[in-house]
């Protein structure tokens, strides 16, 4: 910033003598006041600094002197840079004229470069603000070597409102800013500190009134973890505090004021740093000022409106978050504190159930159907399919819950397919006139309300995908839309009693008399319901990612009497009914479905033993199997036969009291961990009547099992293996 004057002297304007007009343009001092900047300098590298202010402007009566400025031995010019943060920054810093003029702690500009180097000074120097009037009309900048520099007067560091008229300095340049901030000050006297660690003198802290008693929802973060956070829903009061703890109880925060934010927002990934803003709500904490010791501030947001879902998906994210902010003149202190919000439905009006058909012409004719369109996120998928049409050979089927997530309008529109479970229904070739029913549990999977054109960024639907591949490998699609929903706590007196059974089933809403269910069945009811959330829906995902075999959480299952549910009671057995055991397998379904699937595989092994088999065996193999002691598999699908089980082959040939065992079977549950196999044989004639049972022990020599199956998500730790039965000997006593 060093010109030349047009005067006919060699006079140099230095900032000091540069004044900001009212536009913001930064305008030359008068020849005269340049000058004497000039004259001033050169007493200064003379040594003859000049007496302390006096006048109408001077310090207040017996204040101690203004310590000397200590000028460069050798100087070069006669003009002097510096680089500060913001046009009036600087001159708050200067030396002994920050307490008297203006408080702030903040560090010592240093010199630009560029007028360090040409006045042959170090790094270490700094600016110094001398004021003296009469002399020059505004205050001179001088290079001070900070070591030099004494602590303010008394009655500066008391806060005298003494300022000089007319301080108006240009702004530095703003090229000059990174290099103030890579060099700060060293530490200043009296108790402040410098800037560069103003940012680290206070912690912040949100803290909501009901966290203790709040509930918190799992979330997934937008690198695949999941991490709980505070659940709130739509119009609920967000209301706590702000806590400021200081990190020096002896330092100052200066600050232009203090606020929190609620914000909801959109983020779409490839927009990175354009957020949609859908929700801001704003409130002020503290006027400007200064802290000088830890606070808390209150805050409430009545009633807040919350429109839409907190989603995280692959390209965009819904979000909900609480942001306080201490605004300062160099850079804010921001924290931010992120919740979740779920938005909350009643059963729909309308639910009309799906029907749709599959056909290729002369070969293949299927029709299925689903109960309902929409369905809540607890909800049970069921319907059927009718096979009306078969001259193909269709060697595999299944149901897929796809997610697609659309990001963007127009033509730059992003679809991203994500398959969130699939459901096998099918182990064997259909025929004509078969049917073949759809049952699938929803709970468990990571699944989200539908959300269509929230806020005209993205969208998120959910379709039921009908797979079916034959023998030639063609596969075969059919893919039909549903509506998710989370229930709300109000559900709608209109719909009717098996609405009401659907939809409030396992939620606690909805008085269990409704479900036509007597006291007892409610207690088992309620215990397996708790067994499932407590032990089996935090495991469920591990489980199934790791295919485990959860030994140790189905024996605390027997432990309750869900090991032998409906086998007597002499054996182990807990002796209930068959309508009982329903309630009871359903309730466990919320937590694990693969889990409970293989239980009920359990329990029908056990209760063949306990009904046909004669007493040496229901008292041998009965018991160890009620506590899962010892599980069991159930062997009857084959290579060459699924549905039509009268078709198998393994066979059973008696030689004097012994049986001879060949053949094997295919989709064995809990094939290799299981200790007892209830296998299906041939022993007579052909035909369903020929067909006799036998128990086959783990460790029987001439059983092996292969790999295991390829399965689809949910179903991934049932173990599914083929089994191999060569040439093995059993004596009578295990035939059924």
């Not at 000074?121 to 001088?142: F, I, Q």
């Not at 591949?469 to 559900?491: M, N, P, S, T």
């Not at 719909?495 to 479900?515: D, W």
Request: aromatic share 8%.
């Amino acid at each position: 910033m060093s010109t030349k004057g047009k005067t006919g002297s060699s006079a140099y304007h230095c900032t000091c003598a540069m004044s900001t007009s009212p536009g913001g343009r930064v305008a030359k001092a008068t020849a005269a006041e340049a000058n004497a900047c000039a004259r001033r300098l050169r007493r200064v590298r003379a040594g003859d600094c000049p007496p302390p202010p006096s006048g109408p402007s001077a310090p207040p009566p017996g204040a101690a002197e203004a310590p000397p400025c200590v000028a460069p031995p050798e100087a070069g010019a006669s003009s002097l840079c510096f680089s500060a943060p913001h046009p009036n920054r600087w001159a708050a810093a200067a030396t002994h004229a920050r307490a008297l003029y203006f408080p702030p702690p903040i560090a010592l500009p240093a010199l630009a470069p560029h007028c360090r180097r040409r006045l042959g000074l170090s790094r270490d120097w700094r600016v110094a603000v001398h004021w003296y009037p009469g002399r020059c009309s505004r205050p001179c900048l001088l290079p001070v070597k900070p070591g030099a520099v004494r602590s303010p007067p008394v009655w500066q560091r008391a806060g005298s409102s003494v300022q000089p008229s007319g301080l108006r300095l240009g702004p530095p340049p703003r090229r000059e800013e990174r290099s103030y901030r890579d060099r700060p000050g060293p530490a200043r006297p009296g108790g402040e500190m410098s800037f560069f660690g103003f940012g680290q003198s206070v912690e912040v802290e949100i803290l909501l009134n009901d966290a203790e008693s709040r509930k918190r929802a799992e979330h997934k973060t937008e690198d695949g973890k999941k991490e709980k956070y505070f659940l709130f829903y739509d119009g609920e009061t967000v209301s706590g505090k702000v806590s400021l703890a200081l990190k020096n109880p002896n330092k100052r925060l200066e600050h232009q004021g203090i606020k929190i934010e609620f914000i909801g927002q959109i983020e779409l990934y490839y927009d990175r740093g354009n957020h949609h803003e859908f929700v801001s709500l704003v409130k002020d904490l503290a006027r400007p000022g200064e802290i000088s010791q830890s606070q808390a501030f209150d805050f409430e947001f009545t009633h807040v409106e919350k429109p839409y879902e907190s989603y995280t998906g692959q390209n965009v994210k819904l979000r909900y978050f609480l942001r306080a902010t201490i605004s300062r003149r160099l850079n804010d202190v921001v924290k931010e504190m992120d919740i979740v919000v779920h938005t909350l439905s009643t059963y729909p009006e309308l639910n009309s159930s799906i029907k749709m058909e599959v056909g290729i012409e002369d070969c293949l004719h299927i029709e299925f159907e689903y109960n309902k369109s929409k369905y809540h996120l607890k909800d049970v998928i069921v319907g059927k399919i009718y096979f009306l049409l078969v001259r193909i050979k269709i060697k595999h089927m299944e149901i897929d819950i796809i997610k697609r997530e659309t990001t963007g309008t127009g033509p730059n529109v992003y679809h991203e397919n994500d398959t969130i479970a699939k459901y096998e229904i099918m182990d064997g070739a259909p025929v004509r006139g078969e049917s073949i029913p759809i049952r699938l549990f929803l709970a468990g999977y990571e699944l989200t309300p539908t959300m269509r054109d929230i806020n005209k960024k993205f969208s998120v639907r959910y379709y039921l995908n009908l797979v079916l591949i034959d023998e030639e490998e063609r596969r075969y699609f059919k893919q039909q839309e549903v509506v998710l929903w989370r229930k709300g706590d109000i559900v709608r007196k209109s719909m009717s009693h098996q609405a009401a059974i659907a939809s409030q089933r396992f939620e606690g809403t909805t008085s269990l008399a409704s479900l036509g269910l007597n006291e007892e069945q409610k207690e088992f009811q309620k215990v397996a319901f708790d067994f499932a959330t407590r032990e089996m829906a935090p495991n469920m995902a591990e489980w199934d990612q790791k295919e485990l075999f959860p030994v140790d959480a189905m024996r605390k299952a027997a432990q309750l009497g869900f090991g032998g549910v409906y086998i007597r009671t002499d054996v182990g057995g807990s002796g209930l009914s068959r309508l009982d055991t329903s309630v009871i397998f359903e309730a466990l379904s919320t937590g694990c479905t693969s889990t409970t699937a293989y239980i009920s595989i359990h329990n029908m092994c056990v209760w063949i033993i306990d009904t046909f088999g004669n007493e040496e065996q229901r008292h041998k193999f009965c018991p160890p199997l009620c506590t899962m002691e010892k599980f069991a598999s159930y062997c009857l699908t084959e290579p060459g036969s699924g549905s039509d089980a009268a078709s198998l082959l393994t066979s059973a040939k008696r030689q004097g009291d012994h049986y001879i065992l060949n053949g094997s079977k295919a989709f064995v549950s809990g094939g290799g961990e299981s200790d007892i196999y209830v296998v299906m044989c041939r022993t007579g004639e052909p035909g369903p009547k020929g067909i006799s049972c036998i128990i086959v022990e783990k460790g029987t020599p001439g059983l092996s099992f292969g790999k295991k199956e390829k399965k689809g998500i949910g179903y991934l730790l049932a173990n599914l293996t083929w089994m191999q039965l060569l040439l093995l000997g059993f004596q009578q006593e295990h035939m059924e």
